[in-house]
């Protein structure tokens, strides 16, 4: 079982329409919860960090973590074209490697 | 702010050369760099730790002599793919962390390396 479970798609949603990702894990000890953006042939970009459990908004993204169910979502409202990439998680403890997820394709239709 | 370059974004050379790569941190102090190789359609893959002023810490089954790591300066990191095979061709991201207690990892764009 790997430590982190994603689903990788691919998942096509029409514009407009409300995106969830989500991914599963199963070290406890994880502390710092991360969601990258990553375009075909570029570098992740980082687009939420959050820390231990609850939610963060920022415009039109919301990242939840439950550390009891040991699940992180992350939601896109009013979901544009542009918004179609890979999605990765991503979560650490304090100071060691990243663990991510396998990544998820999305793709928004106009 | 924290933005990471990469140079060069493509590179093709023909099997049995040597290949660096940089990644520079531009508006902030890096004192760790994490070196990452990537193959189509699959999640990111560390390769090695690097810590400005020491040696790199490989992950296991990645050669140490064959990716060499140098992390000379808290704004820059080189990874030399030595003797180069195509079996080496992949895309190869770094990321930097701003300081020991900042846990927040940004990337560099990714360079796109082909062996021939």
């Known amino acids: 079982q790997k430590e982190v479970e994603q689903d990788p798609g691919p998942l096509s949603v029409p514009e407009g329409a409300i995106v969830s990702l989500n991914c599963t894990y199963s070290n406890s000890a994880f502390q710092y919860f991360m969601w990258y953006r990553q375009y075909s042939r570029k570098g992740p970009e980082l687009l939420m960090y959050?820390?231990?459990?609850g939610n963060k908004e920022d415009g039109r993204f919301t990242a939840q973590v439950d550390k009891s169910s040991k699940y992180i979502s992350l939601f896109i409202r009013d979901s544009q074209p542009s918004d179609s990439a890979t999605y990765l998680c991503a979560m650490n403890r304090s100071g060691e490697k990243l663990t991510f997820g396998t990544g998820t394709r999305l793709t928004i239709i106009p | 702010g924290a933005v990471v370059s990469q140079h060069p974004s493509w590179v093709i050379c023909k099997s049995g050369t040597s290949v660096k790569i940089e990644c520079r941190s531009l508006?902030?102090?890096?004192?760790?760099m994490f070196w990452y190789r990537q193959f189509p359609k699959q999640s990111l893959m560390l390769m090695a730790t690097s810590n400005e002023g020491s040696k790199a810490t490989y992950e296991q089954g990645v050669e140490k002599d064959k990716f060499l790591i140098n992390h000379a300066s808290l704004t820059l990191s080189t990874l030399t793919v030595t003797s180069a095979h195509p079996e080496d061709s992949s895309f190869y991201i770094c990321s930097a962390r701003i300081t020991r207690g900042n846990n927040e990892q940004f990337f560099g764009p990714g360079t796109r390396l082909t062996v021939l």
């Open positions: 959050t820390y231990s459990s």
């Open positions: 508006d902030f102090q890096a004192t760790t």
